[in-house]
């Protein structure tokens, strides 16, 4: 199939290789960039280098100049010499740029028919995507060649218009405005209906809004957990009290939304000697099973990385960390409030159920949020 | 055969002494009014590459499985999104490349209008009379950081699926009406099957709307008012120097656009960018330590590592973590940029209109001001990174973090010093070198005079 000559490249193409031509490309982009930067700087400080600088730059703007620079320096030059000069530079010039332009312009039809082949003959991403910017850029060469050295600049100079606009104008717009209203009649009430009708496109666009269901009402605070959901890995099992070993996890989701990213909790089992939990929570955690909401209460990434020895949850985001013997508190990083934490019990069969909702509204905080 | 055209057009339309006038306007020849040009262009790629990509592109959260021709990934649960995504890279002809060059012409578009704000600041463009086109480009900006945002995260793929997730928590931020703006722009609480049609909608028509009338009104602007002048011999406020739209910057012009397209097509087939089948589909419970956003919001989430991790509260409400530095901090550095014109008329007490540029060492504070805020935003962008970084470097975090904050103020403060420092030496340097020339006094009253 030529489809599969398409896409094998990009997968197999290896890290260091990438990381080699993007260090290539940013390097090269800053030798320039830092050397055109340093030549100005250096010119800006010694103005006696800029001389000579700015005069090659008048010369390269200016082609007319150019041919004067071409220009014997002694005065003995006759009239015809100095002619002479101009014409022989401008043919040269002719010469020269029409050769480059030919040269850019077969470079790009080169690059066209790499493109087009690759294309017709399902070859890689590279020669595409080569011969596209091969026949561009030597598309792109001829034309800037062209403006160069085969049209004959000359520095135009325009006379703007002056932005201080003449008072009469204005005068004249009034002028015009205020006939134009007198009119009208009953002026009071077409500003009345004018008015009115905004209005109501305004309640129309607010309605609408509804349509789009942007009234939160209670789901910002609330998940499905509620009292007797038992807690259920993914793929559907249930989690008996001793089915973790201490210094273990596990995500755990209510049984009847298995999945759901915003019920999404960790259960973490640790010795319940070491637990600090506030006095209120003492039977949150039966035989050391902690649970807690998995979504940073910072900016709501998935709070996935366990440190055992330290009992710290850890957010990868903004790596925030809270301290799970403790109500999963904040203790570093950007996050100022725990995650909200699900008390638990376990049922006659030995099965961890919720044994109620989450201590807070889980997920990142907003100005409304009880806390 | 031009000729019979003209006519045809011109009995219709009676444009030939529009167009013919058209033909003389003049643009100057200096490198740095480019900048804006390639923003220009890298748009028109962008609509050009999008089109294409949008025949593609699924925008629905239903669950799939997917079988095309990406092996590691066949039969691996994924959003029809992501899966539309997988099919455009693997399996349609070109497809590849063409996301890669959309991808990197937005980086492109981004950083070409914040290196054309550069220009405009360090060399006082905004002045008078361009208030409102530096404020139209800031709206650009704006639009095109949104936008840019909201094209890698509808991908639906586990790196943008942070990205996503960070996004929400910030509009969530918005004092009293973030919940509604929220629901408003993802549908829910996510994630919620109307947030990528959503995103997708707003990705596809409204931002690139607006962006698209905003150019037109920028390059409107630019037409009526001209550009400015670098100064020099020769150049005044009364006259505008370089060279004719036809022939000579016509030509060039398509060469740059040309240039630009052939770059985006270079990068889009040999430099890899974002490459989501390696991330993933977006799952609830894997992670991707390292995760960073495109490089435009870099310093918003640098920001959001450094600012410390403070409980506050407004009276009985809680002000979320994420609103200083997602939401504040972004808002006041944009209306500082909005006000910066009638913040410098304060500083130079300078209220005329201009059409020759001020070169930064003229204006040693603006500049000092620039260079001190471009590494402030340096070292959040740096931070942005801290734990990339912090690995490689072999040492702590939180250690890390605690140097960039104390950095992120002696950073500025050092830069500022001496971009103020170097600006006077060049001033004082060029004053000696070149005698002072009588300046050429503009004074719009006299012109006035003559003019009636
Ligand atoms: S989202 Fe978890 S630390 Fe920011």
Known sequence: MSENGLHRERPDLDQATERKIRTTAWFATGVMLSWNLGKRVAFALFPSLCAQQSEKQVAASNPSQLANSDRPSSSRASDLNLTLAHETHLLRRRRWGTFLVGCSFAASIAGFLLFFTAYWTGGSNQMLGGGLALFLSGWAAAFIFWAHLLTAHKEAVEPREDMQPPARDREEFEQAFCDGSRELQRRGLLKLITATGLGFVALTVVSLFRSLGFNPNNALYTTVWKRGQRLMTEDGKTIRADTLEPGSTVIVFPEESLGSEKAQTVLVRVDPSQLQLPDSRHDWAPQGNLAYSRVCTHAGCAVGLYLRTAHMLMCPCHQSTFDVLRGAQPTGGPAARPLPQLPLYVDSDGNLRAAGGFSTPPGPGFWGMPS | ?452
């Open chain 2, 1 to 452: 055969m031009i000729a019979s055209i003209a006519r045809w057009l011109d009995s219709r339309t009676r444009a030939a002494k529009f167009a013919r006038s058209i033909m003389n306007h003049v643009f100057p020849d200096h490198w740095s009014f480019m900048l804006g040009e390639i923003a220009l262009y890298a748009f028109v790629i962008l609509v050009i590459t999008g089109t294409f990509m949008a025949l593609f592109f699924d925008g629905s959260s239903a669950d799939v499985v997917y079988h095309g021709s990406y092996a590691p990934l066949v039969g691996v649960h994924m959003s029809s999104a992501y899966q539309s995504v997988l099919h455009l890279s693997f399996d349609v002809p070109a497809g590849l490349v063409i996301r890669q060059m959309h991808h990197w012409a937005a980086d492109i578009f981004l950083g070409a209008i914040a290196a054309h704000l550069l220009r405009i600041y360090f060399t006082a463009a905004y002045r008078k009379p361009r208030e409102l086109n530096w404020m139209i480009g800031l709206t650009l900006l704006l639009l095109a950081i949104a936008n840019g945002f909201l094209g890698y995260s509808i991908c639906d793929d586990l790196l943008s699926g942070a990205g996503l997730r960070i996004g929400y928590s910030i509009l969530l931020s918005v004092p009293v009406i973030g919940p509604w703006l929220t629901f408003l722009a993802f549908g829910g609480t996510i994630p919620v099957s109307a947030t990528i049609p959503r995103l997708f909608a707003m990705h596809i028509f409204l931002f690139p709307a607006l962006i698209a009338t905003l150019i037109g009104a920028h390059l409107a602007l630019i037409w009526r008012q001209m550009h400015t002048n670098y100064p020099g011999k020769g150049r005044n406020d009364r006259v505008i120097v370089g060279s004719r739209l036809w022939p000579s910057y016509t030509l060039k012009s398509i060469g740059l656009f040309l240039f630009v397209f052939a770059v985006v097509a270079a990068l889009g087939s040999f430099v890899q960018i974002d490459p989501v089948w390696i991330y993933g589909p977006f799952k609830a419970d894997a992670i991707l330590p390292g995760a960073q956003p495109d490089w435009y919001l870099g310093w918003i989430e640098g920001a959001m590592r450094l600012f410390p991790s403070v409980n506050t509260h407004f009276g009985k409400w809680l002000i979320p973590e994420v609103f200083f530095p997602g939401f504040l901090f972004p808002a006041v550095v944009f209306i500082l940029l909005y006000a910066f014109p009638f913040i410098d008329k304060l500083i130079s007490l300078d209220f005329r209109a201009h059409n020759v540029l001020r070169m930064p060492w003229e204006q040693p504070f603006n500049t000092a001001l620039g260079c001190a805020v471009l590494a402030f935003l340096s070292v959040l962008f740096v931070a942005g990174g801290d734990d990339v970084i912090a690995v490689a470097a072999g040492a702590p975090l939180a250690w890390m973090r605690e140097l960039l904050r104390y950095l992120a103020f002696a950073a500025p403060l050092l830069t500022g010093v001496v971009a103020y420092a170097i600006c006077e030496t060049i001033r004082r340097r060029r004053s000696r070198a070149i005698p002072a020339q009588p300046a050429e006094p503009f004074e719009r009253s006299e012109v006035n005079v003559e003019m009636r």
